[in-house]
């Protein structure tokens, strides 16, 4: 290999642990004949200007930062520093801030049986509802969301909307009609709908591609461990007695006043881009961005380009992650509101209910790290997203055939269980999305679609599930089968396609399809803010 320079000690040159990057100058900031000429490419060395160009942001700072023409390769020692380097600044506050949101989301499970029905006079659907309008606010707000990350300053936005959140949060406690409990409810959505797109985005950033289910895996497990924690808080609360306040009011005002300080500290301590992370010396940032170079999805660009936002609306391998992630998050959406009024309907005592949401969170957290770990060791999305939805069946025909007793709610409990692989699922179906969408105004779009369908489907999910439908549910669980069948569907499609696609790739490069070949691209283009189906060196993951 020619041309190379190692940066951080030693390093494997043919393709083993080193992570060979290609670290051309950018053309920004450079003059001829006393005009400035236009900055596009951080790899071709043309000065020419494409129809597209990269973020000028991005162009300046490798002017500045990067010193030499060679390929650079990173040491194993050195990325293992920058990566705990991000993991502290960035891994940290994504875990923390999506466990505050599924808390404070969740809230109103564990406040059901604390009484707000009562107190608020819930009727009907009316408490199925205070779950579905948050998912309508998502639906409504998710690609102004979107928009906002690509074109605002990513940790200012979030750490603003985490304080805004907090804030609505503890103002629930004040609510004692359903009307104010939907409005409440609504603000709820729309703030927290940030924190799933602008971590995805994140991840993309600051984390290569074989990291970024490990990443996703875990903020996303934070489903499971709120569970946990949060029917220890709740039994807690609930032993509180003779208080001026309910216990579900002085369970919203608690969660969200500390929701309010963390955003706080979200604003400090997190950075908005390698480019502006001040907390690090100049190489390290550089080389942070140099680390993700070989992912091909870029760093950001905060131009909206109205072609690929085309080009995403058109692509099929985006309508199949938007259809996996509605089919996902239909059940999910049911099961999460009524979660402790179908264990009470087993015949648990509230105390038992809380401590077997305890359970139910490890075993999420068990299904999620178990998805991600055996997604990286293998580099089978798509094929244990498959494996992943056959619990959930399995869990839900049980429901169907066996009927609610004392002598069956062991069993019924394990189904139940069994029905919790939905969050490793979405982990993986969140990680092909970011693996295999690259352009910044295409991410988006797609990023869009998919929360837009995850809110559906999560929507719609405690609709299917009747208050005369009580106690089995049976047409709520005969919907689950349908929609899990036609995720099976969806994956199946999804993998054969992006095989194909990467065929075609190879085949127009005249290369094999073997992974080996990965040391033949040049990553040139990777920082140019072109599509996947633009970028010729771009290879898709399944």
Same mark, same amino acid.
């Given at each position: 290999?020619?041309?190379?320079? =190692?940066?951080g000690?030693?390093?494997?040159l043919?393709?083993?642990?080193?992570?060979? &990057?290609?670290a051309?100058?950018?053309?920004?900031?450079?003059f001829?004949?006393?005009?400035?000429?236009e900055v596009y490419?951080?790899g071709?060395?043309s000065?020419?200007a494409?129809?597209?160009g990269?973020?000028?942001?991005i162009?300046e700072?490798f002017?500045?930062?990067s010193?030499?023409?060679?390929?650079v #390769?990173i040491?194993?020692?050195?990325?293992v520093?920058?990566r705990?380097?991000?993991h502290?600044?960035?891994l940290? #506050?994504?875990v923390? %801030?999506?466990?505050?949101?599924?808390l404070?989301k969740?809230?109103?499970?564990f406040?059901s049986?604390?009484?707000?029905r009562?107190d608020?006079?819930l009727v009907?659907?009316q408490?199925?509802?205070l779950?579905?309008c948050?998912y309508?606010a998502i639906l409504?707000?998710?690609?102004?969301t979107?928009?906002?990350i690509?074109r605002?300053?990513?940790a200012k936005y979030l750490g &603003? !909307?985490?304080m805004a959140?907090g804030a609505?949060?503890?103002?629930?406690a004040?609510?004692?009609s359903? %009307?104010? +409990?939907?409005?409440?409810?609504?603000?709820?959505g729309?703030?927290e709908?940030?924190?799933?797109?602008?971590f995805v985005?994140?991840?993309?950033m600051?984390?290569?591609?074989?990291e970024?289910a490990?990443?996703i895996g875990?903020?996303?497990?934070? !489903?499971?461990?709120?569970q946990c924690v949060?029917?220890?808080?709740?039994?807690?609360i609930a032993q509180?007695?003779?208080a001026k306040?309910?216990?579900?009011?002085? +369970?919203? %005002?608690?969660?969200?006043?500390?929701?309010f #300080?963390?955003?706080?500290?979200?604003?400090w301590w997190?950075?908005d $881009?390698p480019?502006?992370a001040?907390?690090?010396?100049?190489?390290?940032?550089?080389?942070?961005?140099?680390?993700v170079?070989k992912n091909?999805t870029?760093?950001?660009?905060?131009?909206?380009?109205?072609?690929?936002a085309?080009e995403?609306?058109l692509d099929p391998?985006?309508?199949a992650?938007v259809?996996? $992630?509605?089919t996902n998050?239909?059940?999910?959406?049911?099961?999460?509101?009524?979660s402790?009024l179908?264990?009470?309907?087993?015949?648990?005592?509230?105390l038992?209910?809380y401590?077997l949401?305890i359970?139910?969170?490890?075993?999420i957290m068990l299904?999620l790290?178990s998805?991600a770990?055996?997604?990286?060791r293998?580099?089978q999305?798509?094929?244990l997203?498959f494996?992943? %939805?056959l619990p959930?069946i399995?869990?839900?025909v049980?429901?169907?055939? #066996?009927?609610t007793?004392?002598k069956t709610k =062991?069993?019924l409990?394990i189904?139940f269980?069994?029905?919790?692989?939905?969050g490793?699922?979405?982990?993986l179906n969140?990680?092909?999305?970011? !693996?295999n969408?690259?352009?910044r105004?295409?991410q988006?779009?797609? $990023?869009?679609?998919v929360?837009?369908?995850?809110a559906?489907?999560?929507a719609?999910?405690?609709?299917?599930?009747?208050? !005369?439908?009580?106690?089995r549910y049976?047409?709520?669980?005969?919907a689950?089968? =349908?929609v899990?069948g036609i995720?099976l569907a969806a994956?199946?499609f999804?993998?054969?396609?992006?095989?194909?696609?990467?065929?075609?790739?190879?085949?127009?490069?005249?290369? $094999?399809t073997s992974?080996?070949?990965d040391?033949n691209?040049t990553h040139k283009?990777a920082f140019d803010?072109?599509?996947?189906?633009?970028?010729?060196?771009?290879?898709?993951?399944y």
């Open positions: 290999m020619a041309n190379v320079e =190692v940066l000690g030693s390093a494997d043919t393709g083993g642990p080193g992570i060979m &990057l290609n051309q100058k950018a053309t920004a900031g450079r001829e004949d006393g005009k400035e000429l490419s951080l071709s060395g000065t020419e494409p129809p597209r990269i973020d000028s942001e162009a700072f002017a500045q930062t010193t030499t023409t060679k390929a #390769v040491d194993n020692v050195t990325n520093r920058l705990w380097m991000i502290k600044r960035v940290v #506050v994504m923390i %801030t999506y466990f505050a949101q599924t404070d969740g809230t109103i499970n406040a049986i604390m009484g707000i009562e608020a006079h009907g659907q408490y199925a509802w779950t579905t948050v309508i409504i707000w998710e690609f102004p979107n928009r906002l690509q605002l300053p990513i &603003l !909307n985490i959140w609505v949060l503890a103002c629930t004040a609510c004692t359903f %009307t104010g +409990l939907i409005i409440v409810r609504t603000f709820l729309i703030f709908c940030v924190c799933q797109p602008a985005f994140l991840a993309t600051w984390y290569t591609r074989e970024q490990l990443v875990a903020f996303y497990s934070m !489903n499971g461990f709120q949060g029917g220890l808080i709740a039994y807690g509180i007695e003779h306040l309910k216990n579900w009011q002085i +369970l919203f %005002t608690l969660l969200g006043c500390i929701t #300080v963390w955003g706080l500290f979200v604003l997190l950075p $881009s480019m502006r001040k907390c690090w010396s100049k190489q390290d940032r550089f080389l942070m961005a140099e680390r170079r091909e870029g760093i950001q660009n905060r131009e909206f380009k109205k072609y690929q085309i995403a609306i391998t985006v309508w992650v259809l996996v $992630s509605f998050a239909l059940p999910t959406g049911g099961l999460g509101a009524f402790n179908i264990l009470t309907a087993f015949g648990f005592s509230q038992q209910t401590l949401a359970a139910q969170g490890a075993i299904f790290f998805a770990y055996l997604s990286k293998y580099r999305k798509l094929l997203a494996l992943y %939805t959930n399995a869990g839900t049980v429901f169907l055939c #066996v009927e007793s004392a =062991v069993g409990l189904a269980y069994c029905t919790q692989g939905f490793a699922v979405a982990v969140l990680a092909i999305m970011s !693996n969408i690259a352009g105004t295409k988006v779009i797609a $990023s869009s679609l929360f837009i369908a995850w559906v489907g999560n719609i999910g405690p609709q299917v599930f009747r208050a !005369n439908d009580a106690p049976i047409k709520a669980f005969v689950h089968i =349908v899990y995720q994956i199946v999804l993998r054969v396609r992006l095989m194909r696609l990467n065929a075609l790739e190879c085949r127009a490069q005249f290369l $094999s992974e080996e070949n040391v691209i283009q803010d072109l599509t996947d189906n633009e970028n010729p060196d771009f290879r898709y993951a």
